[in-house]
């Protein structure tokens, strides 16, 4: 045997005591054999990528979503889907580009009155979960379309308690304001009412299905996606602002110290759902995942990035992302990996050992190797678009280029993650290589549907009346 040979041979066997093997949805470890392992999907809504104490927020702790950054796996170059909610729901729950669907590309998601939404019959995470034998849950924002046509119970979860709309009063639990509104408070297809601050009711819920869960045999998903920090800008103790403001947009309102208050519950709420998986004796093969919907709003740290929600700079797009695993990850990892929120589909799939439908092919990438081994990272190509001041976005590699209006840039988002440095005189071929790349990928997907943009205030346009700030 040649000295290569002999050197490759140790490298498969390195390789394959590191690595994750999926046998007929088992898992060996080393020598330890599991069983597939629960999921706990946690998402807030508009969390900036530094507005948790581990990403570097200087102002307010957030320990227990730290504790499982601690004892498990924080990704530094995460991105969302999108710079908006719906359509990085749509990529999450289908493993898609959101622009390959009519729901992705709403932006916001219109009210009842629209007939769009997730289809029924397109396959999602909770559906292909759900075929294995998982128990299927959704705690929290949906906003993925109305009934009677589209929902959570339409689209592979088995039960559902919150809410359908983009967003909600703390307390009142309403999408809006008026004698005529109603609550948007459901337990599956029931609306219901409920008093109490929404953090923390759905953190109760959460802990209850896990308790739940934990006396059972079978394994679960769990997807629980909080409002927080969201506006309107409501801590547990703002109810008399509840009552004060005139309309959820909450444009006067909140301050940095409500913001904390917000994110400093939802981080409570956290800790509990990781106490009721100790206390049910699964946390060991629980895969634990902490992420948010896109970019920081108002208040929100996105240090070192520039932009916010609705923009295709890396402020509106780079999100924490957050994995524990006892039983597969290490603690304390920190992983510089690419990765997108699509990936979460093939991912989770694969650790189930199953895999995506394959009549509808995930067009994002496992990232389990980068989980469980000390695999190197893979160079990756992204795209966004957003027809909010015409944007568009690739990144290839530590290259990313970007165009707003008629305005175009090329930049290095790991050496320049300000996004100051426009290198696209000083690099002409790589950008024009980007372009024709774009157009390429852009050709594949649905035509833009600027109407989609539609929500309208008093007769005018949402992104007329308030400045292209979506929902």
Not at 137 to 151: A, C, E, I, M, S
Request: glycine residues 8%.
């Amino acid at each position: 045997m040649s000295p290569n040979q002999r050197f490759t041979r140790r490298q498969t066997i390195a390789a394959l005591a590191t690595a994750p093997m999926v046998f007929l949805g088992r898992h060996v470890f080393g020598a330890a054999t599991v069983s597939r392992p629960n999921i706990v999907f946690i998402m807030a809504d508009d969390l900036g990528y530094a507005d948790l104490s581990c990403y570097g927020r200087p102002d307010f702790k957030t320990p227990n979503i730290d504790r499982l950054a601690a004892d498990g796996l924080r990704f530094t170059q995460a991105y969302a889907n999108s710079a908006v909610c719906s359509a990085t729901r749509t990529a999450l729950i289908t493993g898609r580009y959101q622009y390959r669907l009519p729901v992705g590309l709403e932006e916001p998601l219109p009210g009842p009155s629209v007939h769009v939404g997730l289809p029924p019959q397109h396959p999602t995470l909770p559906s292909l979960l759900r075929k294995i034998g998982y128990g299927t849950t959704l705690v929290g924002k949906w906003h993925l379309g109305w009934l009677p046509d589209y929902g959570p119970l339409q689209s592979g979860y088995e039960h559902f308690y919150g809410f359908r709309g983009g967003a909600l009063d703390y307390f009142t639990h309403k999408p809006g304001t008026g004698k005529d509104v109603g609550e948007d408070l459901w337990d599956q297809d029931a609306p219901v009412h409920q008093a109490g601050y929404l953090t923390e009711l759905l953190g109760d819920r959460a802990v209850s299905v896990i308790r739940d869960c934990g006396r059972e045999k079978r394994p679960f998903f769990l997807s629980l996606h909080f409002n927080a920090p969201h506006w309107p800008w409501e801590g547990p103790d703002d109810e008399a602002e509840s009552k004060r403001i005139s309309g959820l947009r909450d444009y006067d309102g909140g301050s940095q110290q409500t913001y904390a208050r917000m994110v400093e519950a939802m981080d409570r709420q956290v800790g509990r759902v990781v106490d009721a998986l100790t206390a049910a004796q699964i946390a060991q093969n629980t895969i634990v995942i902490f992420t948010s919907d896109n970019g920081g709003e108002r208040f929100a740290d996105t240090w070192p990035f520039t932009g916010k929600k609705s923009e295709l700079l890396e402020g509106g797009l780079r999100i924490p992302a957050i994995v524990r695993w006892p039983a597969q990850i290490r603690a304390g990892k920190v992983s510089d990996q690419v990765m997108m929120t699509m990936d979460w589909l093939p991912t989770l799939l694969e650790a189930a050992g199953t895999q995506p439908d394959a009549a509808f092919p995930s067009d994002g990438m496992s990232l389990l190797v980068a989980l469980t081994a000390d695999a190197p990272s893979v160079p990756r190509r992204l795209y966004w678009r957003f027809h909010a001041n015409a944007q568009r976005a690739m990144r290839d590699g530590d290259m990313k280029w970007l165009k707003i209006r008629e305005n175009t840039f090329l930049f290095n988002v790991v050496s320049d993650p300000l996004e100051r440095a426009n290198l696209k005189e000083r690099q002409p071929q790589l950008y024009k290589r980007l372009v024709a790349e774009y157009d390429a990928w852009n050709e594949t997907m649905l035509p833009e549907n600027p109407s989609s943009y539609s929500e309208k205030i008093n007769g005018k346009q949402w992104a007329d009346h308030y400045g292209n700030q979506p929902d």
